[in-house]
């Protein structure tokens, strides 16, 4: 079993930033690519940033330059730092590791940007 838990998400001003973790533990051997997703109310889920095991990036066209994923793999951890938040980034955010074998997803994390 993998347990994927989040946290960072909260409550921040146009401009402002956050940054999320997400910490993969249980039974793993090893991971390929992990990844931040988010969906906004009445929206699909869509990609915000992923990560390959070799540190290959790719971000949505609409946060490049503003988000940064990242990843420890000594810790099972990918992270995203969020700068220059925009009302329009508000979502739950997700985290999804690739295992080869399978995803998992995380539980997801609010993001709100007050305008």
């Known amino acids: 079993q993998v347990q994927l838990v989040e946290s960072g998400g909260g409550l921040v001003q146009a401009g402002g930033s956050l940054r999320l973790s997400c910490a993969a533990s249980?039974?793993?051997?090893?991971?390929?690519?992990m990844g931040w997703y988010r969906q906004a109310p009445g929206k699909q889920r869509e990609l915000v940033a992923a990560?390959?095991?070799?540190?290959?990036?790719n971000y949505a066209d609409s946060v490049k330059g503003r988000f940064t994923i990242s990843r420890d793999n000594a810790k099972n951890t990918v992270y995203l730092q969020m700068n220059s938040l925009k009302p329009e980034d508000t979502a739950v955010y997700y985290c999804?590791?690739?295992?080869?074998?399978?995803?998992?997803w995380g539980q997801g994390t609010q993001v709100t940007v007050s305008s």
């Open positions: 999804n590791i690739d295992l080869y074998y399978r995803d998992y």
């Open positions: 249980g039974s793993i051997l090893s991971i390929n690519a």
């Open positions: 990560i390959t095991s070799g540190g290959s990036t």
